[in-house]
């Protein structure tokens, strides 16, 4: 059928006239001119219009279909129906003045409905009148459809719909208006917002320092100036700004609260939290720990962080105190002073736009983008947002769905076996719900938390980068959205070494949608948004505040090429002076083999050719069986196997994808000398960290992301029989880009000389039994 259709539409347009071509590609019909009338005599018809309408009714049209209808008629029909739609306005009288106006769209959309159905079935799915009419059908309908979401979207739809039409994305109009900046004012007896400290006020100097065009433009060629200090705690800080001013401090032996400038909650509510942190004697006035206090000094001085010695073991709970205490501390003060401008306009009656001062908003809401890992780091921070915003046992605040909240990213203490046996760091890092796949919004106002508050109505933005780029999307997708970071003040960034275990792409993919321009307003008042939002500086004025548990490249690209922050950077470069090869416990000859590569991007050839033609040989022999070959990247990893593959060697492999009957198989087999080589990931040492029994020979195909991992693995080699010890063997490949990990493998001072000589390096380490 459609072959011969295709055939009889081409016979029929050679035929036509130029005219009559015109015509077809202008209305998308012949003219009823040139209608071509059957050879066969067909009885005249009569068709009879009603007197009361202009118009033919579709049922009127179905009825009437087997009658064939000259082409006058039909496309008079078309027209007629089409001036229908667009002419036809709903006129409510006075019977019908009880139908509500949901209750009207929707029988006109099922009505639309029935006649896109009609009109599909009576003409020529060729035809360009057809589908134009079908479109404009189909595009009413779409209308109709926007304007009951819009209604939902006020309040007047079902409560548990999604604002973003996903069941992760949550409305809560009966909180709507309690909520709301725009409605509400600033309360000077709540004690919870009071007026802001207009004196030396970091927060105020850092919103209302102005930006020049000539700076903005200077900033892509300018140089970055660096400066070095040494801190009592942090140690080794570098100072960096690629503005003209680079501000550098110094801190003070002894801190006063009130110089910090928190908001009143903030000033009694902190030392209570922070409690569990403070030790020696009561005397001591200082509410932070030595480091927090320098943290904090640098938060409050709203200069980008880069902190890379944040672990979970250690430090990694007193650093979580002091950013939520910095986070909270920028929200209050941000919707205090919306509040109080609220209340001076209210009270002065001046209309929108007459007065600059009031510029004190962005172009959405949110203003604090919190990533963590685990859904346990997004329960933790809001717990402490609780705990800081409380104050006195007596007065406990307000915390809308928290009982939903605690379901969702609490964790059940019988889901975890008993009997597994992990380090220590291992335990502090996968404690409590490990779900890496989440997004919540917290909303703040007047003593009172909202939790899964839509995205556009929070301050706050808990997220992981799985979460953050199942709703930003990729380029393409009908369905995505990010306009809700483009206001971001504040981005904190906790434990960055996990992300490389996880995903990194989505962290840049991230970093890449960060302090755009909206596509939409989503309903701001422009006259109350700052001048160098609307310029689209924002990432200029954004303070990222980076925390991890390591000094590697990708971190530093990040924090190097997205944080340019007007106030300048910070970042903590401490140099490890010993590596973690002191902490290998078994005898073992540790051999450097050093490659040479011109760039970073040709060190990943480099180093498989030289591992194939050099490293590889030296263990082809059935003497060197039982080699474990680590393999840190995943890209790695399947090339490497590709090529075992290829070369049909005798090896088995453990990744993380593999299932638990493969892992166990790999592992037996390995043990048994049944296959010669393992390959292992690095992802799958750190989400299991399984011990591998039968090691002789080990391979660092790169240095581990995590320098304790050297000496975990060097610790497996244990002796199932006596005399092996002579015949083990350690060989590791590093170029000169893995300066970083050699420094923490080795320490700094025998790293730097390995750099220099480009000879290998035979290393023996007498382990203590």
Known sequence: ????????????????????????????????????????EAKPQICQLSESSDTLDSESEAESEPEQLSGYHKLLTTLKDVYEIIDEEPEMSGEDGDVSVEEEMAAESAEMQERIKIHSSERPPGSAAASRHLHHLQSKIADMALYTDSQEKDGEGP????????????????????????????????????????????????????????????VATNPKTTHQLKWPTLGQLVFSSKFQKLETFKPPK?????????????????????????????????????????????????????????????????????????????????????????????????????????????????????VVPFREAALRVVQLFISLLE??????????????????????????????????????????????????????????????????????????????????????????DFDFLSSIELLIIDQADIYLMQNWEHVLHLMNHMNLLPLDSHGVDFSRVRMWSLNNWSKYYRQTLLFGAVQDAQINSLFNKHCINLQGQVAVRNVPMTGSISHVLVQLPHVFQRMEAENLASAIDVR????????????????????????????????????????????????????????????????????????????????????????????????????????????????????????????????????QRLAAVVGVERAAQMLQSKKSIHLFITGEK
């Not at 409605?183 to 930006?211: A, I, M, W, Y």
């Not at 995590?706 to 199932?720: G, Q």
């Open 391 to 480: 104050g006195d046992s007596k007065k406990k605040i307000i915390v809308s769905n928290k009982k939903r909240f605690k379901g969702e990213y609490g964790s059940d203490p019988e889901e975890r076996p008993p009997n597994l046996k992990r380090p220590e760091d291992y335990e502090a890092v996968f404690v409590g719900n490990i779900d890496d796949h989440f997004r919540i919004g917290v909303a703040i106002l007047q003593r009172s938390i909202r939790l899964y508050a839509p995205f556009y109505s929070s301050d706050i933005l808990i997220a992981s980068p799985l979460g953050l780029r199942t709703i930003i999307g990729a380029e393409g997708e009908k369905k995505r």
């Open 159 to 218: 409560p548990g719909k999604s604002q973003e039409g996903s069941p992760e994305e949550f409305t809560d109009a009966k909180h709507e208006s309690l909520f709301s900046l725009e409605t509400n004012f600033l309360k000077e007896e709540s004690g919870g917002n009071c007026s802001l400290k207009v004196l030396q006020d970091p927060f105020l100097q850092h919103v209302n320092r102005e930006l020049r065009e000539k700076e903005v433009q200077a």
């Open 254 to 370: 002894d801190i006063d609260v009130k110089s910090l400038h928190l908001q009143k909650p903030l000033e009694s509510t902190w030392t209570k939290t922070n409690i569990q942190f403070l030790s020696g004697p009561k005397k001591s006035s200082s509410p932070f720990t030595p480091l927090q206090k320098e943290l904090f000094l640098i938060m409050n001085s709203y200069q980008d962080l880069f902190y890379s010695e944040r672990t979970a073991l250690k430090n990694g709970e007193e650093i979580r105190h002091v950013y939520c205490l910095h986070a909270i501390n920028h929200v209050l003060k941000a919707n205090a002073r919306v509040l109080g401008n609220n209340s001076r306009r209210r009270s002065q009656k001046l209309g929108v736009g007459d007065d600059d001062d009031f510029r004190d908003q962005g172009l959405t809401r949110p203003k604090v983008l919190v």
């Open 608 to 739: 498989f050719s030289f591992f194939v033609n050099k490293i590889l040989p030296q263990y082809r022999d059935a003497v060197m069986s039982h080699t474990l070959i680590y393999v840190p990247s995943y890209f790695d990893f399947v090339r490497l196997r590709n090529y075992f593959k290829k070369e049909e060697l005798n090896f088995t492999h453990i990744c993380e994808y593999a299932k638990k009957s493969g892992i166990s198989r790999a592992r037996q087999f390995f043990l048994q000398g049944e296959k010669q080589f393992l390959l292992l990931t690095e992802r799958f040492h750190f989400y299991k960290r399984y011990t591998i029994k039968g090691i002789r020979n080990l391979i660092f195909y790169e240095l581990p992301t995590y320098p304790h991992f050297y000496s975990e693995i060097c610790n497996m080699l244990k002796a199932t029989n006596r005399g092996e010890e002579a015949t083990w063997t350690c060989t590791v490949l590093y170029s000169k880009y893995d300066a």
């Open 1 to 40: 059928m459609g072959k011969r259709g295709s055939r009889s539409q081409s016979q029929l347009l050679s035929t036509l006239t130029k005219k009559q071509k015109k015509h077809l590609r202008d209305f998308g019909e012949e003219h009823p001119f040139y209608d071509r009338v059957s050879r066969k």
